[in-house]
């Protein structure tokens, strides 16, 4: 499979992200049948931030840390994208992480 291809599959999961939810990098790849692939899921979204309509600000590590900050422009866009949706951070951590937390469905294709 091409990374293209799998970019694209990563970005319509993102994409089903609700609004003031979060999920991870690894939910992503289970999801895809890729549980192995987090990292991939990772340089996909860094890959995004030309594509408005992928929410990549709502995409975190698995403990809730705000891991991909670096590549959003501006010192805390990632996280003030967050809170503007009702998600507290405190030290680049969710609040609540469990709350927030949007589970991919797996799906078999």
Request: proline share 3%.
């Amino acid at each position: 499979m091409s990374n293209d291809n799998f970019f694209e599959r990563v970005y319509t999961i993102a994409r089903q992200i609700p609004y003031g939810k979060v999920t991870s990098y690894g939910a992503i790849a289970k999801a895809l049948g890729t549980a192995r692939s987090a990292r991939m899921v990772g340089w996909a979204m860094n890959a995004s931030h030309s594509l408005e309509d992928v929410p990549a600000h709502r995409v975190v590590n698995r403990k809730g840390l705000l891991t991909g900050k670096l590549h959003f422009d501006g010192t805390n866009l990632m996280q003030q994208l967050l809170e503007n949706e009702g998600i507290t951070v405190i030290d680049n951590q969710i609040v609540d992480f469990v709350k927030h937390f949007w589970q991919p469905e797996v799906r078999l294709e």
